[in-house]
């Protein structure tokens, strides 16, 4: 093991800026592009991509702010894209007449800058918004005030440099700031430790500091309740990626929120809503793990603990999410990953439930047209096989009118989708979903995917890339919903943190031999992938078990655990991981870390590594380090570094039918008869 970090060899490979490993990472991608653009189906499969994520047949979802849709949109014509905007009428229509508000293309040449579009805040109610662009796609940004009738930058308007920065408005004239502002700004993980409130016309430096995280702390930040009557500003420091505290702001006062540290809290309407992640006993009563709370906001200051149990969640159910309208609160449910959607009113007599009656089938997404002043909201539906479908929808009402729908863009007819179920070493029944042939007869050609990790849920989906890239090969598709993810709920992703890590692992081990033992597929002809903490997934499986697969496609991927937390945003992930630098800690991670654990004398499923050289959340160090190291063992390793893109990996529609067709010719050149 290479547990001294003195001593790895391959250091310099996370110097993103020196000539060497620049070299190094245009002869490796050469290498990679050269043998999988001569794969039979690759130019097949890449014309499909590119057609499928340039369509303009594609759900062009919105925003929505002063009486306008607002939306960005690439293809082929707008390879950065367009900022634009259209009526809710003309948004109904077959085809909208969309007003150009920003052409990230031209602005781009115009400034000789690499853009990519970070997104917007607007002011509520408001003329203005800020707007965030970054450059080759990297999660720092800089930032501009945009005037929405002008249809232009403000000129002398709130402006911030590049940075991972963090802004809210208060009112026209200021805004909440956490940003870089010069030494000792920054935690340890890179994030903005202070927060100032920003005037007009004011300097940055010389706003006031309204609060100061720690320097070990993940960051800081602030944000407003615009209800009227309920008028409310908060800031909240983020001591680890599950704790934080939350005060309210009054004049110079700053009054700190009783939650758990690990509990999330806002305002709805004079009502605080509280997300529990543990058990929590208060006011002569335990509210278990996973539960939603509600009680009146200034009750609560002045001590009161008289709590309304608004979800509690049972061995196969979890809390998917909340979506705030006017006057309703819409939870998402996901039992045994599906959901469905529970609408609930407060009045006099506390609160009232009402299930909505929605499709039985997929995945369901519930977003606000306004939280504050419409009850409207809009609906996404989406699975495996049934082209997504966005409805618009308001609460109290079971009628949907559908905006929009996705074209078909593969048959769907041949395929089925099915739900299992693996047990995992411990016991654990693990469910995984399978998107197979009907009457199927294995074992055929399949992909594997998963993550694991960040309390984030995989749940079906439609996807024309997964469709025409992998399906329409002869390819199955498997989803796994392992410990660390949040089908379940916290305690399910608890169950894999730190020194528990192993169980996701275990996890997806068993849904591989599951599917194998059902005869969907054989280790000759199964084919694992993810991407960031599921890159990781599949380099520690792909060190355990290699004679379980056949071909690994690892993703911006986290494989260095000895040195993670000392590069970009890692330290913010000790929460999850836990400390390499604490010996007891790294004595648990050591034994999964891939970079580690990878040896000359144990022989591997070939490998395809892909990153991004503009990733400044998990460093490209780890993708770059892992296939120098492999191939140096001898290995078989492709790897592919993109140069923009972040973390998603492709700063645009054309890099991304690229990067994914790569990835489907070399599943296909390792796991097709």
């Given amino acids: 093991m290479l547990i001294n970090s003195e001593l790895d060899p391959y250091l310099w490979l996370e110097d993103v800026g020196g ?81 150009t508000m920003i052409d990230l293309d031209v602005l781009a040449n115009v400034e000789d800058e690499n853009w990519v579009w970070s997104g917007v805040v607007f002011l509520h109610h408001g003329d203005r918004c800020l707007v965030s662009l970054s450059r080759g796609g990297g999660d720092a940004h800089v930032l501009r005030e945009y005037d929405l009738d002008a249809k232009a930058f403000v000129s002398g308007g709130f402006m911030l440099p590049e940075a991972k920065s963090q802004a809210a408005w208060r009112d026209r004239d200021s805004i909440f ?276 990790g960040f309390e984030v849920s995989l749940k079906p989906y439609y996807s024309g890339a997964t469709g025409a890239g992998w399906l329409e090969h002869g390819g199955i598709y498997l989803l796994a919903n392992i410990r660390g993810g949040g089908e379940f709920g916290p305690r399910w992703h608890q169950a894999a943190l730190k020194e528990n890590r192993q169980n996701a692992y275990d996890d997806f081990i068993a849904v591989a031999e599951d599917a194998i033992a059902r005869g969907l597929t054989s280790a000759g002809h199964l084919g694992i992938m993810g991407g960031s903490n599921g890159g990781l997934l599949v380099g520690a499986v792909m060190a355990q078990r290699p004679e379980l697969f056949n071909a690994v496609v690892c993703q911006v991927p986290l494989l260095d655990m000895r040195r993670y937390h000392q590069l970009l945003a890692g330290a913010s992930w000790v929460g999850e991981y836990g400390d390499p630098d604490d010996p007891a800690q790294w004595a648990y991670i050591a034994r999964y870390s891939p970079y580690h654990n990878v040896s000359a004398q144990r022989a591997y499923p070939r490998m395809l590594l892909t990153t991004s050289t503009r990733d400044d959340r998990v460093h490209p160090g780890h993708a770059r380090k892992m296939a120098a190291l492999m191939l140096e063992q001898g290995h078989d390793v492709l790897y592919w570094e993109n140069t923009e893109g972040g973390h998603a990996g492709a700063a645009n529609n054309d890099q991304q039918a690229l990067m994914w067709a790569l990835t489907y010719a070399f599943l296909l050149q390792q796991l097709k008869y």
């Avoid at 999988?36 to 979802?61: A, C, M, V, W």
């Avoid at 179920?421 to 693990?430: L, W």
Wanted: overall charge negative.
């Fill in 177 to 452: 700031v956490a940003t870089d502002c010069g030494p000792g700004t920054l935690t340890q993980s890179g994030y903005p430790r202070t927060v100032r409130e920003w005037r007009r016309g004011a300097a940055l430096l010389d706003s006031p500091v309204l609060f100061e995280a720690a320097v070990d702390d993940l960051g800081a930040g602030a944000c407003m309740d615009f209800t009227p009557g309920h008028r409310h500003e908060f800031i909240w420091r983020s001591m680890t990626f599950y704790t934080n505290e939350l005060y309210l702001r009054e004049g110079p006062v700053l009054t700190r929120i009783a939650k758990p540290d690990d509990a999330n809290a806002y305002t709805v309407r004079g009502q605080l809503i509280i997300e529990l992640r543990s058990a929590w006993e208060t006011g002569g009563a335990v509210y278990p793990q996973g539960a939603l709370l509600a009680t009146d906001f200034r009750a609560f200051l002045r001590g009161e603990r008289q709590m309304a149990v608004l979800f509690e969640p049972s061995p196969t159910t979890s809390l998917d999410g909340v979506c705030v309208t006017r006057s309703t609160l819409l939870l998402n449910i996901l039992d045994n990953v599906k959901n469905r959607l529970v609408e609930l009113t407060h009045g006099a007599h506390g609160w009232r439930a009402r299930n909505v009656d929605v499709p039985a089938f997929g995945s369901l997404e519930a977003s606000p047209l306004d939280a504050i002043d419409s009850d409207e909201y809009f609906l996404t539906v989406t699975d495996f096989l049934t082209p997504t479908t966005l409805a618009l929808c308001r609460a109290g009402s079971d009628e949907r009118t559908v905006l929009r729908r996705l074209p078909a863009y593969f048959d769907a007819e041949p395929y089925e989708v099915r739900q299992f179920s693996a047990r995992s070493r411990d016991g654990t029944q693990v469910p995984y979903f399978a998107v197979l042939p009907r009457h199927a007869c294995g074992p055929l050609p399949a992909l594997l995917y998963g993550y694991g």
């Fill in 19 to 99: 000539d060497a490993p620049l070299d190094w990472v245009q002869r490796q991608a050469a290498i990679a592009e050269g043998e999988l653009k001569r794969h039979p189906e690759f130019d097949t499969i890449h014309g499909r991509l590119r057609t499928i994520l340039n369509s303009q047949e594609r759900i062009p979802y919105v925003t929505v702010h002063g009486g306008w849709y607002y939306n960005f949109w690439r293809d082929a014509s707008h390879v950065r894209g367009i900022w634009r905007r259209t009526t809710p009428q003309q948004y109904g229509s077959a085809d909208p007449a969309w007003e």
